[in-house]
């Protein structure tokens, strides 16, 4: 009766853990439809906008792509834009900015260089910005978070310069969030009338190409200034 009781009570406690084939069964499942954008080692799935590869000035380090934007030269740097184009998406990642720096995430990007010479020219921007140190930081709609020149962020939970900022960008059906640090900083409706008149009254109402497209490619901007990227990942919608 004693071995019968001690193989029944073993049983029970077994019962409460999860073996590793279990545990690795729920840890794939949690990531479901997430691809990775950016392997932590190279620059593999991106290239320069306009170019067949990324600029020299796109380094890894540290498990982060990062503009060394002191060595950089015209041919070495350039927005680095994914190779895929995404419609619906859920996009996550972290960000960091150098003292005085400015960069900035752009989605939506049609990569028509006989029509569009630069990726903003088609793209919407997440700023990526020193709030401080920058000029762009006195002027409304230019902040980090911001939805650049369209829409101010409704706070701003942007960490110091040098520390990291993990945010996303939700793309779904023509609406559009913005969260920064757990906060949600902009949430809009793209296309509709609103919308057009939004961009037509800002600085890319030049630009008739500017927020048309339903799918496009991302870009990290090299604005000529120090930044760095890492855990670049997006999820289909």
Do not use: C
């Not at 071995?3 to 999860?18: E, M």
């Not at 000035?57 to 041919?75: H, I, Q």
């Amino acid at each position: 009766m004693k071995r019968i009781s001690l193989i029944i009570l073993a049983a029970v406690l077994f019962s409460g853990f999860d073996s590793p084939e279990t545990s690795k069964n729920v840890s794939d499942s949690s990531k479901k439809g997430w691809q990775k954008l950016f392997d932590g080692k190279s620059t593999a799935g991106w290239h320069t906008y306009g170019k067949q590869q990324a600029g020299a000035a796109w380094k890894v380090n540290d498990g982060a792509l990062y503009l060394d934007a002191k060595n950089k030269t015209k041919e070495s740097g350039g927005d680095l834009t994914t190779n895929e184009e995404f419609s619906n998406f859920h996009l996550k990642l972290e960000w960091k900015i150098s003292k005085n720096g400015n960069s900035g995430i752009i989605f939506f990007v049609n990569e028509d260089l006989s029509k569009y010479p630069a990726s903003y020219n088609t793209g919407p921007e997440m700023q990526v910005l020193d709030n401080d140190g920058h000029a762009d930081g006195k002027i409304n709609k230019h902040r980090a978070g911001d939805l650049y020149d369209l829409i101010a962020s409704s706070s701003e939970p942007v960490k110091p310069v040098g520390q990291w900022n993990k945010v996303e960008i939700i793309a779904s059906k023509g609406k559009l969030d913005f969260i920064m640090n757990g906060v949600k900083v902009v949430s809009t409706t793209m296309w509709d009338e609103q919308w057009k008149t939004m961009v037509a009254g800002s600085k890319f109402k030049t630009m008739p190409g500017f927020s048309i497209y339903k799918s496009g490619k991302i870009a990290l901007q090299d604005h000529g200034d120090e930044v760095w990227y890492r855990n670049i990942e997006i999820k289909r919608l």
